[in-house]
């Protein structure tokens, strides 16, 4: 049972950072931006590509997962920033089903480009965290597991420093709330818009390095049912909401630890998926949102 | 007074004066009007399509035009959907999937002839579509993109866990139609000419179904529900104020390419005779929504063009296998970018079409009276409806 719990809160962290991202990009430009999960299975590469280029594998120290995870969080949030300037600013102003679709075209691009670079198999990942733990109230809990929640937390907690408190938060809640009204405040709107990207993009990445590390194998397609959960995690919580997001991870990390230890590993996805269909049939605002006014 | 009008009115036949009707009828023919072209260019492709088994019958060419045409029903489905009412649809393959798991179950578990199977088809597609649809379609449409996005897992994976659905191995030896003692795979020969089992039939009656399907699809679209969805794809609020259920607008096309993507899913499960969860992944919903995005959302020509260069593609382009999905993806973008309406929007019109000024209207119709600012038809026309005269409303309107 407080295995079940603890277990949940690990994979829980990981849907909590990369639905941040889809949250605060909602949130920003109403977009849902499909690439998201991509750019989480981006950063676990990147972490394998630079530790494969220095020749380095089956390595278990904890400051050398920091220094690549900071070094994928930078390249993943350019690409992000790089994918934002080239395929959906051009597209800001057109119909929503133009940008959804361009962003299900880049999904497929960053998935079949990692494929022709790394090959369609999955790869090990080259840095594995020991799995000495000890038992607390009768759960398991390894050192690895203990560092990646540590890593996760102070992930949320940095980015909810920059939103609630410094003057680039203030100016994306501005333009959540209207973008035109916030150009007009002298808001650099543009500018605000790729630094959500930058920092959505890089806590994907850290996600990435981080599920490398913890799982041991990546492959070209691990973002896409990421990307699906973590996009069921922003909607339980609220999409747009920081908070609600990282709620919404860590509950769906729970839901499916007891899902799958009810109704069997193999029907885990379609419990969360169905979990899903019916937050958005009764309550589509989730858990912390606020309700959504169209306007015309 | 008031009453005076309406016993007018009671007597007078309720409509418009006659002149108002005196166009001039529209060209009809093939190279002076789009739609004599269209239809034109259509009855060629039915009857080169119908002369190719004749041409060339080796199972190859065969297998890859009957899976075309089923590429090409399933696009003209997801057009419905994704071009017709603005509904992006990711999880379009479930529908497909469902359609030949049924199929499939019907005929090999429980032992049904193939008719009975395809009305069992028709049904599950139809609930599966009310049942995904129903919750979802209240919701802002980026909403249900994700929720078909899940439901098209949904379907996969269940299929995959599934004992009745053959698990990851599917459903094998789906049998083929029978007619009394005959079946599609007995063949037969006519005037000294071989038919096998495997060419003709599937491919034909894949032909009749996707004819129909192409030809239906169009129809739907240019009808009363057609002019409905497209105005709800356009601006809903707008549409909802003119009096349209957009619910109902909504739903109606999901159920309708709920049920093309049944008919294309029978038609692979009998043409193939085996089905598995392997192919009913995600990849293939986002390369049927390409190939519509690609040839143009809710143009019936330009979808089929692009449904043909998907479907195709990978068989012309040996050497690009590996790299065609993310050229596609590459596509995806660049076509958004530059080309949205796709290569043969839904709104154009032929170039040679194009320089022909419009013929100007009749001398008596509304349109040149307020055209020129000045009445020159006489005022008993403009005044009068055919059997009311215009005096008898003139006295209507006296204190």
Known sequence: ?296 | MAGRLDQALKHAPLRAPSPLFDRPRAPRGVFTSQTGFLRALGGLAVVLLLVLPFMDASRYTMSIATSALIYVMLCMGLNVVVGFAGLLDLGYIAFFAVGAYVSGIFTTVLGFPMWLSLIATICACIIAGIIIGAPTLRLRSDYLAIVTLGFGEIIRITANNLDITGGPSGIHGIPSWEFGGWSFDDGFSIGGIEFPGYVVFYYFVALVVVVVGVIGAGRLGKGKMGRAWKAVRDDEDAAEAMGINTYIAKISAYIIGAVWAGMAGQLMATHLSAISPNSFQFLYSALILMAVVLGGMGSTPGVIIGALFVSLAPELLRDFAEWRFLIFGVLLVVVMLFRPAGLWPATAVLPWLKRQKPQPPPFTSAVSAVDHGEPTVPPSVMESVDGLPATDAEEGRQP
């Open chain 1, 1 to 296: 049972m407080m295995q079940l719990i603890w277990n949940g809160l690990i994979v829980g962290s990981f849907y909590a950072l990369v639905a941040l991202g889809y949250s605060m990009v909602y949130g920003i430009i109403k977009l849902l931006n499909f690439a998201h999960g991509d750019i989480y299975m981006l950063g676990a590469f990147v972490g394998f590509f630079t530790l494969s280029a220095f020749g380095i594998s089956n390595e278990t120290s904890i400051p050398l997962l920091l220094v690549i995870m900071l070094l994928s969080m930078v390249t993943t949030g350019l690409i992000g920033v790089g994918i934002e300037r080239i395929a959906y600013r051009p597209l800001r102003n057109s119909p929503r089903l133009a940008v959804l679709i361009t962003a299900i075209g880049v999904s497929f691009t960053l998935e079949y480009g990692v494929r022709q670079l790394f090959g369609p198999n999955p790869e090990a990942f080259p840095i594995r965290l020991a799995s000495t733990g000890f038992d607390v109230l009768g759960m398991r809990i390894t050192a690895s597991q203990l560092v990646l929640v540590v890593i996760a937390a102070v992930l949320m907690l940095v980015l909810a420093h920059i939103v609630e408190r410094t003057s680039q938060g203030r100016a994306m809640r501005a333009i959540a709330l209207d973008p035109q009204g916030a150009q007009l405040m002298g808001v650099n709107v543009n500018r605000v818009i790729a630094t959500v990207f930058f920092i959505g993009s890089a806590l994907a990445g850290a996600a990435g390095v981080m599920a490398g590390a913890y799982y041991g194998s990546i492959d070209f397609l691990m973002g896409f049912i990421i990307g699906l959960k973590a996009f069921t995690a922003a909607v339980i919580g609220g999409i747009g909401n920081l908070y609600g997001a990282m709620l919404g991870g860590l509950l769906l990390g729970l839901l499916e630890s007891f899902g799958a230890a009810w109704f069997g590993g193999e029907w885990r996805d379609v419990f969360s998926f169905a979990f899903l269909i019916l937050f958005l049939t009764f309550k589509p605002t989730g858990l912390l949102g606020a309700r959504v006014v169209e306007r015309m």
